[in-house]
């Protein structure tokens, strides 16, 4: 009832400014004998009100909520009053033989315009003034006075509940003392701090969806305040469908400070091989396989396999998939156009039992594969290497020649940095497995093997991240183990992303290296963390030098020195290199691997560890820090 009433309220009121408008317009052309026309023209006043209701409802003027009148509303308001003066005009015209002074049209035309248009304006600013009387009393600084900026100033002044905006920030010099919206740009980014404490900021929006993570962390190290909020617009990584608007404000993660590039992916060369295929994931459950999950699922495959030895992992990832993409709605999606039912098939296996994987692979009949069952913690494996050879090599050859056997047509490793030089019986557990792989698809067969080396995930289960993040709300010490070691980071997403796109590159027996950047310092990361969290590094978290641990290295790599000299270029994707691998004999690496499977049956730690510096002739282990 209340709303017909607005209505009834808007509709009267037009009517109101219509007959207002004509006599002004009369008043206007005729002067003091405008009474006379009037007379003559009352009776046709109902015309112009029937033609502008009939145009208003045809544009649905009373649908509109006028708080938050726009330009595209006032357009509205134009073609309405523009039809029905008009409209009116023409049909008298033609019907009834009546012509109007054409300068009373154009008068009547433009009061009415403005009386109606007006009306609305004045309407939002008596909203907004109200709002401004009850508004909170966080007061926001938003970082970047561009369109993005804009648009977030827009929405924040409209909404009353979240704060008051005071002012922006740009770095541009010709935007400082000029206003958006009413709103100052009160200075550059050197002078967010005295900006800061001069207005009482509560909250900063950083709205620069183009900023790289080099920008980001020049903003954040002139906020000094630890009580101000700090939040941010995703970048364009996120921001997939270019839409800017305040619910996609979140807090800063450290994955802004890396400044990632968005992959660029070949659509049509992934959804050649993944559209309609039955696709299988090994260690699903984990964070790596997880996310391989999620992004394949955007290019349809017909079903997804999840496989993983931990009932928990692939519980979560197996209830988040099938409701996104089992229901109807949804379908593969974002990229590739159309709207797909995917089947999802979670299998609670270890991939050690090879008889049960051999009935799997028979039930299922997997056409592509994407190996990610590991074991990834350094020091763990060096105090249980049989269970880095049962997993991470028998594991692999399971899954691998299963594939072959059943016609696979492309199997994907994952592998890792800590395969190069390695000093941990992990890292050489996934070197032996990449000579496998490598083996296997060195082989005429139809089944392509590649395998995808690439250094530390954020966020994933193996990082240092969800570590320090544990720590720092415990209140630390935050522990690194050294003060100049450095590891390779990249994001979830992007690690997926490139995992994918080399699986449609590769021939059979390609190591593929994923380009990891530059590498960053641990200690930096964690007081990046430590900042993040709203605290200061060593004076409210402590952190602490803790040595390194077994089987770590100072500094990662991707490609071993003769691996770099050989190395053969890109491989068609501007992010992904591959290595010239050194073959391998085939059969002496299954009779190793056979030997390997004896010493860890029998928990023949030191065996494996010689067995594996035979296999790996770069292998150094950490013997004076391994306790065994």
């Not at 804009?150 to 740009?170: A, C, H, N, Y």
């Not at 003392?177 to 009482?200: A, F, P, S, T």
């Amino acid at each position: 009832m209340k709303r017909f009433f607005k209505r009834f309220f808007w509709v009267v009121l037009d009517i109101v400014f219509i007959n207002v408008s004509l006599i002004f317009s009369l008043i206007l052309r005729f002067g003091e004998g405008w009474e006379t026309y009037f007379y003559v023209y009352r009776g046709l006043i109902v015309y112009f009100i029937g033609f502008f209701l009939l145009f208003a409802v045809i544009f649905k003027l009373y649908r509109r909520i006028w708080r938050y009148l726009s330009i595209g509303d006032l357009f509205r308001i134009t073609e309405v009053v523009t039809g029905g003066i008009f409209g009116t005009v023409l049909c008298l015209n033609w019907v009834r033989g009546i012509t109007f002074p054409r300068t009373v049209v154009a008068l009547t035309w433009f009061f009415s315009l403005a009386l109606i248009g007006g009306s609305r304006l004045v309407w939002r600013i008596y909203c907004e003034r109200k709002g401004a009387l009850n508004r909170g009393q966080e007061r926001i600084l938003v970082v970047g006075a561009g369109d993005a900026g804009e648009v977030i100033s827009r929405e924040i002044i409209r909404r009353p509940d979240l704060g008051r905006l005071v002012g922006f920030i740009d770095d541009d010099k010709e935007k400082i003392g000029k206003r958006i919206h009413n709103v100052k740009v009160l200075g550059n980014v050197e002078e967010i701090n005295d900006i800061l404490e001069k207005e009482q900021i509560d909250s900063v929006i950083i709205a620069i969806p183009t900023a790289t993570g080099k920008q980001i962390r020049r903003i954040l190290d002139n906020i000094k305040s630890k009580k101000v909020k700090i939040q941010i617009l995703p970048g364009l990584y996120e921001l997939v469908d270019g839409k800017v608007s305040v619910s996609r404000i979140r807090e800063i993660r450290i994955e802004d400070l890396l400044g990632r590039e968005q992959v660029k992916l070949n659509l049509e060369e992934i959804s050649g091989y993944l559209r309609d295929k039955r696709v299988m994931v090994t260690g699903g459950g984990g964070s790596i396989g997880g996310e391989l999950a999620r992004q394949i699922c955007r290019f349809g495959p017909k079903s997804l396999i999840l496989l993983d030895h931990s009932e928990n992992g692939l519980f979560h990832i197996n209830l988040e998939l099938e409701r996104r993409w089992m229901g109807v709605g949804r379908g593969a999606g974002d990229d590739v156009g159309s709207r797909v039912k995917i089947e999802i098939i979670p299998v609670v296996v270890d991939i050690r039992n090879r008889d049960k994987m051999d009935r799997i692979f028979k039930k299922y009949k997997p056409e592509v594969v994407f190996h990610a069952a590991a074991h990834k913690h350094v020091p763990m494996m060096e105090y249980h290497p049989d269970e880095a050879v049962s997993n991470n090599i028998v594991g692999t050859k399971n899954v691998a020649e299963l594939a072959d056997e059943y016609g696979v047509e492309r199997v994907v490793m994952i592998s890792t940095d800590k395969a190069i030089n390695p000093t941990s019986v992990m890292g050489a557990s996934k070197r032996v497995a990449e000579m496998l792989v490598k083996n296997l698809g060195s082989r005429k067969n139809n089944t392509k093997f590649v395998a995808v080396r690439f250094g530390n995930v954020l966020e994933s289960n193996g990082s240092v991240v969800p570590i320090f993040k544990q720590q720092i709300a415990q209140g630390g010490p935050v522990t690194v183990t050294d003060r100049e070691v450095k590891r390779y980071f990249m994001t979830l997403p992007e690690a997926s992303q490139l995992v994918i796109q080399a699986g449609a590159l590769g021939k059979g027996g390609e190591v593929f290296v994923l380009d990891m950047g530059e590498p960053i310092k641990v200690l930096d990361l964690a007081r990046e963390l430590i900042r993040l969290s709203g605290f200061e590094p060593e004076e409210d978290i402590e952190i602490k030098i803790v040595g390194l641990r077994p089987g770590e290295k100072m500094f990662e790599e991707i490609m071993t020195e003769e691996e770099r000299s050989r190395v053969l270029g890109y491989s068609g994707h501007e992010k992904i290199f591959i290595a010239k691998v050194e073959e391998v004999d085939g059969e002496k690496l299954e009779k190793d691997i056979k030997e390997l499977e004896v010493l860890a049956q029998e928990m023949d730690a030191e065996g494996i560890v010689r067995k594996l510096q035979e296999m790996v002739p770069n292998y150094h282990p950490n013997r004076d820090m391994l306790k065994m």
